[in-house]
């Protein structure tokens, strides 16, 4: 009853079968313990898993690589990160052997507590007892290296990832094109993109990295193909990659796609960095801001004050504006195909 609970994701109702087998003073055998420390992973109570697994040794049931497995995963889910990797230790001493989801949890572990280099000792280990990563490991183990700003390490993550036939996923790519970002290699996040994730369906998080790679880069053309591409597949921009796209344009005096940039996106604001921006790019240009951005500025203003039926009508009225004026300003500086 305990593991079906579990299994179903009712795991308050898992523990507290748990509890009435220790209130009538039944033994609980280690698939009975197992499920309910899976129980706490799901709730995140990293501490009640590790005292089960405590109990567990102290009736002298031997944990199973399940059990620990899960003590470890409930670790990560609560950001007990420095506790997972003193389990997977212990197991190394004690057992039970760990397995691929073993390490693949360890391995989130070393991500949340941005330790890269447990990370890749992580990998090693998995190396010398021909334990395969899988993709959840890889992901791990990118996004550890790309949090600290270690992209050389990502990139050799990924290298060895497509070595042994394991496919990368958008959050591998994004991961590794992040960590391009960071450490400030545009061309690097470029050949990612168009060459490695080719075959992967990019997301908003992939195209404002690959712009906020090369904003930084100041390559602004590439810049604004990312921003074409995302405009034509009707992804919205993100904050971050609309202030760098600004940034980019500025850099290369394109106040129209500035501009335009300013005031298209749906549902973000103009805001005093973005606005710095385009007024710098317009300065560079020795152009005057255009009227008519400044109306869609207040119109969208004034929509967001609106309520009901009034704003979808006003917010529509402008979004439409709006995505005509930025393709317009596209067209005039992304070269033609």
Request: one cysteine or more.
């Amino acid at each position: 009853a305990i593991s079906a609970c579990e299994k179903g994701g009712h795991w308050q109702h898992a523990l507290a079968l748990f509890g009435d087998v220790r209130k009538l003073h039944l033994a609980p055998d280690v698939i009975v313990c197992s499920a309910a420390i899976s129980a706490c992973e799901r709730a995140g109570a990293w501490t009640r898993a590790l005292h089960l697994l405590g109990q567990m040794r102290r009736r002298v049931l031997d944990p199973n690589v399940v059990s620990c497995s899960a003590a470890i995963s409930a670790c990560v889910t609560s950001g007990a990160w420095e506790q997972a990797l003193e389990l997977l230790a212990s197991m190394g001493r004690e057992g039970p052997t760990p397995n691929v989801v073993t390490y693949s949890a360890a391995a989130s572990a070393c991500e949340r507590g941005r330790r890269w280099q447990h990370g890749l000792r992580l990998l090693e280990e998995m190396r010398a007892v021909r334990i395969t990563p899988n993709v959840v490991t890889y992901n791990a183990l990118i996004s550890a290296c790309e949090k600290c700003q270690q992209w050389e390490r990502a990139l050799d993550i990924l290298s060895h990832m497509q070595s042994i036939k394991v496919d990368p996923t958008i959050v591998s790519c994004n991961a590794a094109i992040s960590a391009c970002e960071e450490g400030q290699r545009w061309e690097r996040a470029l050949v990612l993109r168009s060459q490695t994730c080719c075959g992967i369906q990019a997301d908003v998080l992939t195209h404002s990295a690959v712009i906020s790679a090369c904003g930084r880069g100041r390559r602004w053309e590439f810049v604004l193909g990312a921003v074409g591409t995302m405009f034509q597949d009707g992804i919205l921009l993100s904050l971050n990659s609309r202030v760098s796209a600004i940034a980019a344009c500025a850099d290369a005096q394109h106040w129209q796609v500035a501009a335009a940039l300013l005031v298209r996106p749906a549902g973000l604001k103009p805001d005093p960095v973005t606005s710095s921006a385009v007024a710098a790019a317009c300065l560079r240009a020795r152009s005057p801001f255009p009227a008519v951005r400044l109306l869609d500025c207040a119109a969208a203003a004034a929509a967001a004050a609106l309520t009901g039926r009034q704003r979808d009508t006003a917010q529509g009225i402008v979004a439409v504006r709006r995505d005509a004026e930025l393709g317009t300003a596209l067209a005039s500086v992304l070269p033609k195909k």
